[in-house]
């Protein structure tokens, strides 16, 4: 079994910055991928970002590459979501994921074992 716990939400203001963290507790091994989803009052959960445990292999939703940066501390059990040049559209819930095995489809949120509670961003205008 896998516990995750995300922190680091907040308002900000657009074109603002902020760092979203997921401690992971449990067993993880290096197969697992570990993942980012956000959802926005009134839409469905989405896929944003994407990392191997073993950190090799990364992908992005398109709305945030070059924005938004994935990264993960093996040795602390953590997984970071780095957003810079925030906008408005991105105010939503985030969640962080975990999939056994590198998914098939990583935009499925069905694809994925493990979530975190999620903490919220705002982004005003």
């Known amino acids: 079994q896998v516990q995750l716990v995300e922190s680091g939400g907040g308002l900000v203001q657009a074109g603002g910055s902020l760092r979203l963290s997921c401690a992971a507790s449990?067993?993880?091994?290096?197969?697992?991928?570990m993942g980012w989803f956000r959802q926005a009052p009134g839409k469905e959960r989405e896929f944003v970002a994407v990392t191997s445990w073993g950190g090799g292999r990364r992908d992005y939703a398109d709305s945030v590459k070059g924005r938004f940066t994935i990264s993960r501390d093996s040795l602390k059990n953590m997984v970071y979501l780095q957003m810079n040049s925030l906008k408005p559209e991105d105010t939503a819930a985030y969640y962080c994921?975990?999939?056994?095995?590198?998914?098939?489809?990583?935009?499925?949120?069905?694809?994925?074992?493990?979530w975190g509670q999620g903490t919220q961003v705002t982004v005003s205008s």
């Open positions: 994921a975990a999939a056994q095995r590198w998914p098939q489809t990583v935009v499925a949120d069905s694809s994925y074992d493990y």
């Open positions: 449990g067993r993880i091994f290096s197969s697992y991928a």
